[in-house]
């Protein structure tokens, strides 16, 4: 393949798909509206704006592969559908114009039989709000020209995942031996991916072909609890066990009356309710990687909050 590679977004998974690829020893152009990203040799960091055909044209000329992680201005259903399909149809089209593979993260909000095991087979047919707006985006990408590669993670947690289930919410309150509260059950099994395996399966499947055009789980590994993984962070951190609370449902609700983002948190209540599990295990054979064990990924991320204070 070509060495240049093309990340749009510089969030968690797109700063860590760029110092991959960067590591591989790839040149990378990273595309934000505020030009940030790695401070790396091999990374260029450029200004663009994703919903400008005509300079995401110019910055993907030449790449062999185009990695689209922007996320919605707000996390709402109305944000997500007024910015990504639009954003995504000019990723693909000029990554089309280009010759280059797109490869996006996805989540599981698309699943809609999430009450059993979600697999790379199972029906992404979800309706209404954001689930929704996913099952739409997956559809269009299907029906693009260009060739893509859709990589799911279950909720994500790692070096620079903040506004997560398991990352500012939960990471910052355990280290600092204060009490957490997450949403729905303390012990339902539920899937979280660390990015780091997202970023490295999503730079598989661009350098192979014969995976392209399909949708993929990021290796992930058995699903914990939120107690597990809160104490998973504080093991890790040397910090005391967790002191854990659970917010209800109907809690949930009624405060969403008053705030926003607490009544979008309520549209995925289920996801907390019940056991939420997703299987990598086809995928892993495919791209031949693996999860990285929790003990691990929970000892960088917690090494890694600790680093900003």
Not at 5 to 16: K, N, Q, S
Not at 111 to 130: I, V
Request: hydrophobic share 45%; aromatic share 8%.
């Amino acid at each position: 393949m070509n060495d240049l590679h093309v990340v749009t977004g510089a969030g968690p998974v797109g700063w860590a798909v760029a110092e991959q690829l960067a590591g591989q020893g790839k040149h990378v152009k990273v595309l934000t509206r505020s030009g940030s990203g790695p401070v790396h040799p091999l990374v260029e960091r450029l200004t663009v704006d994703v919903q400008e055909p005509s300079k995401v044209s110019a910055a993907f000329a030449g790449a062999a592969a185009v990695f689209h992680c922007i996320h919605g201005s707000s996390y709402t259903a109305d944000a997500w559908r007024a910015e990504l399909p639009r954003a995504e149809q000019t990723v693909l089209a000029a990554a089309g114009e280009a010759g280059a593979v797109v490869v996006f993260p996805e989540s599981l909000y698309s699943y809609s039989e999430p009450d059993r095991p979600m697999t790379e087979a199972g029906p992404r047919t979800a309706q209404g709000g954001k689930r929704g707006v996913r099952t739409e985006l997956l559809r269009a990408r299907e029906a693009s020209p260009t060739d893509t590669a859709s990589v799911v993670a279950g909720d994500f947690f790692g070096p620079r995942v903040r506004n997560s289930h398991g990352g500012e919410r939960m990471v910052a309150p355990v280290l600092a031996g204060k009490k957490l509260w997450v949403v729905g059950s303390v012990d339902q099994p539920h899937s979280f991916t660390y990015v780091p395996d997202l970023a490295a399966a999503m730079i598989r499947a661009a350098q192979t072909p014969s995976l392209w055009n399909k949708v993929w789980h990021a290796p992930t590994g058995p699903a914990v609890t939120q107690r597990q993984l809160a104490t998973a962070f504080a093991e890790a951190g040397g910090a005391a066990p967790p002191k854990i609370g659970a917010m209800p449902g109907w809690a949930l609700r009624a405060m969403g009356v008053f705030s926003k983002d607490l009544g979008e948190l309520a549209e995925t209540l289920y996801q907390f309710q019940k056991p939420f599990v997703m299987d990598s295990a086809a995928s892993q054979a495919a791209l031949g990687l693996r999860p990285t064990p929790l003990a691990e990924a929970a000892a960088a991320t917690a090494a890694w909050w600790r680093a900003q204070g």
